[in-house]
């Protein structure tokens, strides 16, 4: 079990993100874009990766995260509509969809 850990470890510390996962801007969003929907989904498990690698890191540990303050929130991954690529996001799918319903109903015409 701890094989298979230290093995992600290794992966992901060898791993040069800029280089794996090519990452634009979305001209109409101004949000970052990936071209697969499986960059996207590695970015999100990365920044995880890295975000617990940083908060052990010596200087951190000092500091309380018990509330999960800083933590990346990014879940899910949806295609634009507007550019053609994908965007991660933390809200959920069902949530965005009942949302922008309301929306319409309220401003069409």
């Avoid at 969003?29 to 590695?42: L, P, S």
């Amino acid at each position: 079990m701890n094989l298979g850990k230290e093995f992600i470890d290794e992966v992901l510390r060898t791993i040069e993100i800029n280089t794996l996962v090519e990452r634009r801007k979305c001209r109409a969003t101004g949000k970052v874009r990936f071209n697969r929907r499986a960059e996207a989904t590695f970015f999100i498990y990365w920044l995880k990766w890295n975000y617990e690698k940083w908060r052990q890191k010596k200087h951190r540990r000092k500091h309380q995260y018990s509330n999960g303050g800083g933590r990346p929130k990014q879940r899910y991954v949806y295609n634009c509509e507007f550019c053609g690529g994908y965007h991660i996001t933390k809200e959920h799918p069902h949530d965005y969809k009942r949302k922008k319903e309301k929306y319409e109903q309220k401003y069409a015409e």
